[in-house]
């Protein structure tokens, strides 16, 4: 990918216009910020606790982007009528590789944009885009993976149109419960 990518969602009735752009060092301060949320930190495999694992992290998606091979979008909500954009969460295509037909999908949303829409509406995007893109590669099947009890995770995919698969085992550290694997086909 050699032009920056930028995907946009139509503001809603009852919510805001997200646009959906690669990480930047300067989304280091807001995502440290986000990442203080305990509930966000309970499914999050990595800990942001400070500017330094805020900047690791970010350079870790640039670097995905690179090579090609993982996107992660920050996710920014924008107020009709405003230039500001505020960080409302991150969405991830993971695990693309030319031949292989099915990559991985995720996603967190920010404490103060839960139940509005973003994590559903931002997944739809990449999800659109991630077809498009890479189905000369062969792309033809994208996959969600979540702990049971996460319910919200859940309905996300279910509203998304990732129809549940099968149950996963766990696998402690990174997943210390069982798993739902959710799955999305170009056709669906």
Same mark, same amino acid.
């Given at each position: 990918m050699s032009a920056p990518v930028v995907l946009q969602v139509a503001p809603s009735p009852a919510f805001p216009a997200l646009v959906l752009r690669? $990480?930047?060092? *300067?989304d280091v301060a807001a995502l440290v910020e986000v990442s203080r949320d305990r509930a966000l930190r309970r499914w999050a495999s990595s800990g942001i606790d400070n500017d330094a694992d805020g900047t690791r992290w970010? #350079?870790? #998606?640039?670097?995905? $982007?690179? &090579? =090609?091979?993982?996107? =992660?979008?920050a996710v920014l909500e924008v107020q009709t009528g405003s230039v500001r954009e505020q960080l409302a969460g991150n969405v991830v295509l993971k695990d693309v590789s030319s031949g292989k037909p099915a990559a991985e999908v995720g996603y967190w949303t920010a404490a103060h944009a839960? =139940?509005? =829409?973003?994590?559903?509406? &931002?997944? *739809? &995007?990449? %999800?659109? $885009? &991630?077809?498009? %893109?890479f189905e000369a590669d062969g792309l033809e099947r994208l996959e969600l993976l979540h702990q049971v009890d996460n319910l919200a995770s859940c309905r996300v995919a279910q509203k998304s149109r990732y129809d549940f698969s099968t149950l996963l085992p766990a696998a402690p550290p990174d997943f210390p419960l069982d798993g739902h694997l959710h799955i999305r086909t170009r056709s669906t």
């Open positions: 690669p $990480w930047r060092t *300067e970010v #350079q870790a #998606q640039q670097q995905g $982007w690179a &090579a =090609g091979d993982r996107f =992660g979008f839960r =139940g509005r =829409g973003v994590a559903s509406r &931002a997944l *739809e &995007a990449i %999800t659109n $885009w &991630a077809f498009d %893109t």
